[in-house]
Nanobody, 126 residues
């Protein structure tokens, strides 16, 4: 069984920073994912892709709304992916999820992921 454990959410003022972590753990083996994505969902809105990373070549992708402010990175030794969020805005508020899959797919398509974390809340006040 594969588990994704997120941490690092919290409440900050606009302009502040947070770093989210997503550790991938499996019972009895190391789950090698092909890609991992960060998604967020605000109340009354659909889940949207924020950033994604492909482990093979380390390529990264971002939603236009976070480009230049967010950075996704990975630590292969720890099987962990991070999302560094700087210059946070109130519109970044939401429940942030990480997702992973070993199959090839589009990073921003939530339907293409088999495994999801439980979510961590990010609240940005003005």
């Amino acid at each position: 069984q594969v588990q994704l454990v997120e941490s690092g959410g919290g409440s900050v003022q606009a302009g502040g920073s947070l770093r989210l972590s997503c550790a991938c753990a499996a019972s009895g083996y190391r789950y090698s994912y092909n890609r991992m994505g960060w998604f967020r969902q605000a109340p009354g809105k659909e889940r949207e892709g924020v950033a994604g990373i492909y482990t093979g070549d380390g390529s990264t992708y971002y939603a236009d709304s976070v480009k230049g402010r967010f950075t996704i990175s990975q630590d292969n030794a720890k099987n962990t992916v991070y999302l560094q969020m700087n210059s946070l805005k109130p519109e970044d508020t939401g429940l942030y999820y990480c997702a992973a899959d070993r199959r090839w797919g589009t990073w921003s398509n939530p339907d293409s992921y088999n495994y999801w974390g439980q979510g961590t809340q990010v609240t940005v006040s003005s």
